[in-house]
């Protein structure tokens, strides 16, 4: 964590774009640590914002492929995972992907969302809006602090 954070920007666009995709990740800790280094916060939601999206998007890449077997063993996300946003995702349409910043089942939104072909440009948009939201609150949650 300590190298990322040394690597400003770009090491937390990389924690946010690890944590969007395979890796189990936080890049809330070097969004943290850089900020306690004095870094711009507005420039640390974006570094962390487009960072996150683009992991998310490879989430997104990944579920459009179809293949099962590699999400199952590369995203370790289970096909009845998968199935049970097909629900969720039928009522609420391609804006479920706003709830990719989740931890713990936004990994398996974005490639749900890809899986069941959902609209790319409505995915990518509300898919930023979501992970920029987020991180702006996490900014604020630790200018309480600074």
Same mark, same amino acid.
């Given at each position: 964590?300590?190298?990322?954070?040394?690597?400003?920007?770009?090491?937390?666009?990389?924690? $946010?774009?690890?944590?969007?995709?395979?890796?189990?990740?936080?890049?809330?800790?070097?969004?943290?640590?850089?900020?306690?280094?004095?870094?711009?916060?507005?420039?640390?939601?974006?570094?962390?914002?487009?960072?996150?999206?683009?992991?998310?998007?490879?989430?997104?890449?990944?579920?459009?492929?179809?293949?099962?077997?590699?999400?199952?063993?590369?995203?370790?996300?289970?096909?009845?995972?998968?199935?049970? *946003?097909?629900?969720?995702?039928?009522?609420?349409?391609?804006?479920?992907?706003? *709830?990719? *910043?989740?931890?713990?089942?936004?990994?398996?939104?974005?490639?749900?969302?890809?899986? *069941?072909?959902?609209?790319?440009?409505?995915?990518?948009?509300?898919?930023? $809006?979501?992970?920029?939201?987020?991180?702006?609150?996490?900014?604020?949650?630790?200018?309480?602090?600074?």
């Amino acid at each position: 964590m300590d190298s990322l954070i040394t690597l400003g920007y770009f090491g937390l666009f990389l924690a $946010a774009f690890l944590a969007a995709t395979i890796l189990p990740f936080s890049s809330e800790v070097v969004f943290t640590g850089v900020l306690f280094a004095g870094l711009d916060p507005w420039g640390c939601v974006i570094a962390a914002t487009l960072g996150n999206w683009l992991g998310g998007l490879t989430c997104y890449w990944l579920g459009l492929l179809g293949k099962i077997e590699w999400i199952e063993k590369y995203m370790r996300i289970k096909k009845e995972k998968i199935d049970r *946003f097909q629900e969720k995702i039928r009522k609420y349409g391609d804006w479920f992907a706003f *709830f990719s *910043f989740l931890p713990g089942i936004g990994d398996i939104i974005a490639v749900a969302s890809g899986f *069941f072909r959902c609209n790319f440009y409505i995915v990518a948009g509300s898919m930023l $809006a979501g992970k920029f939201i987020r991180y702006v609150v996490w900014m604020y949650f630790n200018g309480l602090f600074l």
